[in-house]
């Protein structure tokens, strides 16, 4: 005998006709699938009118009980569950994805596509919830990862500026000046002249 949980968990196939009704938003699908995306861990109904994500992030479940069982959230703009999602967990998802992508080119208009709301309606919410604005958030997200390499590594500064997601080594110098202080050589200067005295002053107490 079959489990009848089954159908509720377990995940379909993605054909192309379901990945056509996602692309065109076909509503006649609505209540045959839900497709999920694995880079924003958001669920949505064949017909959200949001961006399409990529083929390979996809993810098809027969409902939204199964997307959700999986842990997807719902999309706030579609509503698959009938429900809204609640601000501070659609703002959690966000900056949980920008401390993971910061590497990459991220805006305003690009969050908003990836998280189905409008760009105005997100800046505000996220700044509401997080005291700052999404843009300086990813900023300082950036300039975090570049300060533990600058502690942890030798590597150049405009190998770090790239690989924090700032390819222009003079606007990371700026941005990195503006938000600490220093610039990011004398950043590096500077603790690694405290941790020397730290050095001396443990080897003096032996």
């Known amino acids: 005998m079959k489990d009848p949980d089954v159908k509720l968990t377990a995940e379909l196939p993605l054909t192309e006709e379901r990945w056509q009704a996602i692309l065109c938003n076909d509503a006649c699908y609505d209540d045959k699938f839900i497709y999920a ?4 861990g958001i669920c949505c109904r064949p017909s959200c009118k949001s961006r399409p994500p ?13 997307a959700l069982s999986a842990k997807y959230r719902p999309c706030k703009r579609c509503k698959p569950s009938g429900q809204r999602l609640p601000e501070e967990e659609w703002v959690a998802q966000i900056t949980r994805y920008i401390e993971t992508h910061y590497a990459e080119p991220i805006t305003l208009e690009a969050l908003a596509n990836l998280f189905h709301g409008s760009p105005y309606h997100l800046h505000r919410t996220f700044k509401r919830i997080t005291g700052s604005t ?3 958030y990813v900023q300082q997200t950036r300039i975090n990862r570049a300060i533990e390499q600058l502690l942890t590594t030798d590597r150049s500064l405009s190998d770090i500026a790239c690989t924090v997601g700032i ?9 990195f000046k503006k938000i600490t202080g220093h610039t990011p050589a004398a950043y590096r ?4 002249n405290l941790s020397t005295e730290e050095e001396t002053d443990h080897g003096s107490d032996i």
């Open 54 to 66: 990529k083929l390979e992030n996809v993810r098809i479940f027969h409902n939204v009980q199964a």
């Open 37 to 40: 995306v694995k880079t924003t």
């Open 167 to 175: 390819p222009n080594t003079a606007y990371f110098v700026t941005l």
């Open 189 to 192: 200067l500077i603790n690694s």
């Open 134 to 136: 999404p843009t300086a």
